[in-house]
């Protein structure tokens, strides 16, 4: 067993290192951690001047964590947990270690695992942006990433459990939480897990406190690879018909099941499944009430049932009218994500100019959807299908609302004169690729400092 002593004067910082505690008061220096059994000598408060022995920290088989042996004469915090004289606990990358018996007047340290290696030379590296590694729930690195399916969004299990419960509370159904798809299956996802552990073990300042991923483990349910459904259907198993039977009643509209509006439909008859809520609904033509959205041209069919008044189903989900409506029913209450190509920047210009102006944003709008009513915009950038045909009386999605709104606010910022703009705002010069500018996705200088809401005037792009 070797004794070393930590911050030994005069030892290069090598690449042995395994580990090293960092303190958080940054006056002072990491402390490398070489052998797998290395006693810390160092100070134990920012005042004192000696360096004491104070704990042993002997490294794990696995890499991904270690031991820690209280040698000091007192008790010393881990993670916030005290470990008595000569206690010993397990610490991992992240670990908070305050080598005295409570926190105030004693230095702090965050014990961090360095990447292993042979993980340097025999791994790919690949490198990610943490932010796509987030729960759209709670902002988060992922905690035991689950994956929903079809449309492959990834969440926390304990936030999109918790997503799950409310839903079922509301709905017969569970809409992804990031782009409202009906989730059909929900499974833990491994291969991101292990991306959501090399995150953190490289950045320890993104992982949260213990508190935090004790509430989210305590609302985590989703235990295995690949549920089905949500947990009322399954409970609901146990009474109810064998699968194939089940799975034909699923697919089952309300009018399959009753004469409603004196309409029922055929045996096998022909339908459309609804692009929000994943139910059935009849295909009929020359109906009054549209089946698609005129926008994007997926079905939707919160009109439909609205017309017959069905505002439930019975084994099929059904969406309300709020869901699909004529634009002109529409309200907007701020500006949509998608405006200004997401640019947040450029979306508080567009409301600094609107407040500016004594207005409000459904003001604005509603200006801008008579123009569009009367022709007096240019559709030839409309970011929906059929523009030429779209009046506020055409029945549309909600993203297609969203996208919309966000069209005519460009019109309204690029045709607002510059001594309306903020002066800061004035002076900035146009971004050669206007709208069409990637870079301002992820630079945030670049999106700050540069106009964005112009035509490009580089690259093939139409003026
Ligand atoms: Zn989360
Ligand atoms: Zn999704
Ligand atoms: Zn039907
Ligand atoms: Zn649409
Ligand atoms: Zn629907
Ligand atoms: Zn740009």
């Not at 160092?42 to 270690?66: F, M």
């Not at 549920?227 to 009322?232: A, L, Y």
């Not at 099929?316 to 634009?327: D, G, H, L, N, Q």
Request: net charge neutral.
């Amino acid at each position: 067993m070797t004794a070393e002593t930590g911050q030994s004067s005069g030892s290069k910082p090598s690449d042995d290192a395994w580990a090293k505690l960092v303190p958080l008061d940054t006056k002072f220096s990491d402390i490398e951690i070489r052998s797998n059994d290395f006693v810390i000598c160092s100070e134990i408060k920012p005042s004192s001047l000696e360096r004491l022995e104070w704990c042993r920290i002997t490294k794990n088989l696995g890499h991904a964590s270690a031991t820690i042996h209280n040698k000091s004469s007192d008790a010393i915090l881990v993670d916030e947990a005290v470990i008595p004289k000569d206690g010993v606990v397990d610490i991992r990358c992240g670990s908070e270690i305050v080598p005295g018996p409570h926190g105030q007047g004693y230095l702090q340290y965050r014990f961090t695992i360095m990447p292993a290696p042979e993980s340097r030379t025999q791994l790919l590296k690949i490198s990610i942006d943490p932010e796509n590694a987030k729960c759209s729930i709670c902002l988060n690195i992922w905690h035991d990433v689950v994956t929903a399916a079809p449309c492959l969004h990834n969440f926390c299990n304990g936030c999109f459990s918790e997503w799950m419960r409310r839903s079922e509370e509301k709905h017969r159904h569970v809409l992804c939480p990031q782009c409202r798809t009906a989730v059909q299956y929900v499974g833990k996802n491994h291969f991101l897990k292990n991306i959501q552990e090399d995150i953190l073990n490289v950045d320890a300042t993104l992982r949260r406190p213990a508190e935090d991923i004790a509430v989210l483990d305590s609302s985590a349910s989703i235990q295995s690879n690949l549920i089905i459904g949500s947990k009322r259907k399954r409970r609901s198993n146990i009474l109810s018909p064998p699968l194939e039977e089940r799975e034909r009643l699923r697919l089952q509209c309300p009018q399959c099941v009753a004469n409603i509006g004196s309409y029922r439909c055929e045996h096998h008859g022909a339908h459309l499944q609804c692009h929000l809520c994943a139910g059935m609904m009849p295909f009929r033509a020359n109906l009054q009430v549209p089946l698609h959205c005129m926008g994007c041209d997926r079905p939707f069919c919160g009109a439909y049932w609205s017309s017959v008044n069905v505002t439930q189903g019975v084994s099929s989900p059904v969406c309300s009218r709020e869901t699909f409506k004529p634009i002109a029913e529409r309200t907007v209450t701020r500006i949509p994500f998608v405006t200004h190509e997401m640019n947040r920047h450029e979306q508080d210009i567009t409301q600094r100019c609107i407040v500016q102006m004594g207005k409000t944003v459904p003001d604005v709008v509603a200006e801008w959807f008579t123009r569009f009513n009367n022709r007096e915009i240019d559709r030839s950038r409309m970011p929906l299908n059929h523009a030429e045909m779209i009046t506020t009386s055409t029945h549309v999605c909600n993203d297609c609302y969203d996208k919309l709104v966000g069209f005519l606010l460009y019109w309204f910022r690029i045709t607002l004169p510059s001594s309306r703009l903020p002066d800061d705002v004035a002076a900035r010069e146009d971004c050669w690729y206007g709208y069409m500018c990637r870079t301002q996705h992820h630079n945030e200088e670049h999106a700050r400092k540069r106009n964005h809401v112009c035509r490009p005037t580089r690259g093939n792009h139409p003026l």
